[in-house]
């Protein structure tokens, strides 16, 4: 009779991804997993199949997580659309800039994905659709108030929302500042509005 499991996989999965977000897949040996875990190398294989397989794992978490954020974020019917997205980004902004965050997983496969016809590339790519997709609905509603241009076109603009963000992530977790993220946030507003919209103060040097 096989002995039960003194684990729970959620916490498992949620460790081994921290891991994976600081080093990386390639980086990230078994003895990592092991320390940050608590588990057996053996365990580690029988519970979940290997190091990749872990991976993806606290990848596909990690990526329902950032869909969810930008979701709820995005959602809230008691603001106009454009008014959640300036929200959302001067919410992360503030994040991105906090000295103890890490880089997502997300953000981290992204970096390491080579563009090429594999697993890693595959489900990075979905992951970036999946969040494009929750921008182009709250832009869409932006056209359909009036509040953004007939022609314009919401499944690029979205695209670029999800290359801001991540590009912010990037900024903060080499130490550039909450101003200079906050600036940048407010600077990709503007191309949606062609206007010039409130100033959250100077921009400091990263």
């Known amino acids: 009779m096989p002995r039960p499991r003194k684990f729970r996989e959620s916490d498992v999965i949620s460790s081994a991804g921290e891991v994976f977000a600081v080093r990386g897949l390639a980086a990230a040996t078994l003895d990592d997993l092991v320390r940050a875990t608590g588990l057996g190398k053996q365990s580690l294989y029988n519970a979940f199949g290997g190091k990749r397989e872990l991976f993806f794992r606290a990848l596909s978490e990690d990526r329902e997580e950032a ?15 454009l008014e959640r997205i300036r929200g959302h980004l001067l919410t992360m902004a503030i994040e991105f800039s906090s000295s103890d965050r890490r880089v997502s997983l997300t953000t981290r496969a992204l970096v390491e994905s080579t563009g090429e016809e594999d697993p890693l590339s595959t489900v990075t790519k979905a992951g970036i659709e999946q969040l494009a997709e929750i921008y ?71």
Do not use: K, W
């Open 67 to 81: 869909t969810r954020a930008v979701s709820e974020a995005l959602g809230h019917e008691d603001a106009s659309p």
């Open 136 to 206: 182009a609905q709250c832009l869409e509603h932006a056209r359909e108030n009036g509040d953004l241009a007939e022609d314009a076109n919401v499944q690029s603009l979205a695209l670029y929302f999800v290359a801001v963000t991540r590009g912010m992530e990037l900024l903060g977790r080499a130490g550039v500042g909450r101003g200079v993220l906050t600036a940048v946030a407010l600077d990709a507003l503007r191309a949606l509005r062609g206007q010039r919209m409130e100033e959250a103060g100077p921009a400091h040097r990263p």
